[in-house]
């Protein structure tokens, strides 16, 4: 039974993490396979020949891509346990625009630039930080005054968000900026804690301390090839 | 309860023709309001405060935002008239993905060809060929990316095929020579009432583009 679903997947994604969390909500038994990014597997080529980008999963033999993409099939395959959106079609565009506002602002507009800008202090990370602080408080409006993002339940915007808001703090000890702090955002933080003390969601996470290290280690080669590029 | 609709939209922007399209497919009736972006409307920026962009699709006072989340609203409210999405799990994952890549690759090197010039426009206008020669791979035989029928992911592609005459034009080429089979299905798709009136006049467009590098101080 478990060769009937596999996960494709990376143990620092937060993408990855998603998949994990959505399958083990559904109560789903599913196979593994950690991907080497830099030597990736010929399933994940075969599977995703596209974007050769992880997560993927593969459904009896079927693949799918994309995180959302692929939240959105667990759920309709399985709709009876634990639905991630709700069945009010309104609800249901709402949601979508908040998940593709994770990734679109929160992730790709924003924190890649203040991610790539890892040795800049200056003026382009300010600015990076300062949009990215905009965005976050539009996330928290959304949530104020709820239990979460889904309402009463966690659902499919709480699951989008909270691997990469928790990637986020990860981030801001390795960098030591400011992205994400109680004080500036004291909603998003109770829900996060919230979610922390939840076994499921919890189990989903990658041990703290090798993530720091991971990330750290990251920033450091950034570091050098930055330095080698400009010494060139 | 009546079913007051209203799109917030451009007449030249691809996304907003999304909209249209589903919505003439279904044969739903709604009243268009043209924005004009460089002076939004209290309307849009009170129903899209976020993004301040269009389309925005008003349905009963309530706003739907994204273009990709509209029609798939539209499809899910409007169920039993022209089904844009397949009914199986797998097949509409499927849908949703080559959408998905739609925006990410197709419309994003498209846009970005229009902001540049050189040999950084050219490298641009190679990629988005690029992408176009991955759909109509994807498209294979089939009249349709729905298969026999329009459904979502031509309804996503289809309001490209408007600026296609300005590509051609900017970077003296043509697309027929690249990609033949994908330009035979923008023109089956725009046999469609839907399509063709929602698709603008395509000097028109090329015209808007000459205007638009002009005022951002590209050409």
Same mark, same amino acid.
């Given at each position: 039974m478990a060769k009937e679903i596999k996960l494709l997947g990376t143990w620092a994604s937060p993408f990855s993490h998603r998949i994990e969390l959505a399958l083990k909500l559904k109560g789903l038994q599913f196979h593994y396979l950690e991907e080497d990014l830099s030597n990736k597997s010929q399933l994940l080529l075969q599977s995703? +020949?596209?974007?050769?980008?992880? +997560?993927v999963l593969i459904h009896n033999g079927n693949p799918i891509s994309e995180s959302l993409v692929i939240m959105e099939y667990i759920d309709e395959t399985w709709q009876h346990q634990n639905p991630l959106l709700p069945k009010d079609p309104y609800a249901r565009a709402v949601a979508r625009f908040w998940a593709k506002f994770i990734d679109e602002k929160v992730i790709n507009d924003v924190l890649w630039t203040a991610f790539k800008a890892y040795n800049d202090k200056g003026k382009e990370q300010e600015d990076a930080i300062e949009e990215f602080s905009q965005q976050l408080k539009f996330l928290e409006g959304e949530l104020k005054g709820k239990e979460y993002f889904g309402g009463e339940r966690f659902g499919f915007v709480d699951i989008a968000a909270f691997f990469i808001l928790q990637f986020l703090t990860v981030l801001q000890e390795v960098k030591e900026?400011?992205?994400?702090t109680e004080e500036k955002y004291p909603v998003l933080f109770e829900w996060m804690e919230k979610l922390q003390g939840n076994e499921v969601v919890a189990g989903c996470l990658p041990p703290r301390e090798k993530h720091v290290a991971y990330v750290r280690a990251r920033r450091a080669a950034a570091e050098e090839a930055a330095s080698k590029t400009k010494a060139a | 309860m009546a079913n007051e609709l209203i799109l917030l939209d451009t007449w030249v922007s691809p996304f907003g023709m999304r909209v249209r399209i589903a919505l003439r497919e279904k044969g739903i009736k709604f009243e268009y309001k043209e924005e004009d972006l460089t002076n939004k409307s209290d309307l849009l920026l009170k129903m899209n405060p976020i993004h301040k962009k269009i389309p925005v699709l008003i349905h009963n006072g309530k706003p739907v935002r994204e273009s990709g989340i509209i029609v798939q609203y539209v499809d899910e409210v409007?169920?039993?008239?022209?089904?844009?999405?397949?009914?199986e799990p797998y097949p509409r994952a499927q849908a949703r993905f080559w959408a998905d890549f739609v925006d990410k690759k197709v419309f994003d090197a498209g846009r970005k060809v229009w902001v540049t010039k050189g040999e950084e426009q050219k490298s641009l206008m190679e990629e988005f060929i690029g992408h176009l020669k991955t759909l109509e791979a994807e498209l294979?035989?089939?009249?349709?990316f729905g298969g026999e029928k329009m459904g979502y992911v031509d309804v996503t592609m289809v309001p490209i095929y408007s600026w296609f005459h300005a590509y051609e034009v900017s970077g003296n080429f043509s697309f027929e020579s690249h990609c033949p089979k994908l330009v035979a299905w923008a023109k089956r798709c725009m046999q469609h009432d839907s399509v063709s009136k929602a698709l603008p006049d395509p000097e028109k467009v090329y015209e808007y583009v000459l205007q638009l590098r002009k005022r951002l101080g590209i050409e």
């Open positions: 995703n +020949p596209v974007h050769r980008k992880i +997560p900026a400011e992205l994400m | 409007w169920h039993d008239k022209a089904p844009l999405l397949p009914s294979g035989d089939e009249p349709y």
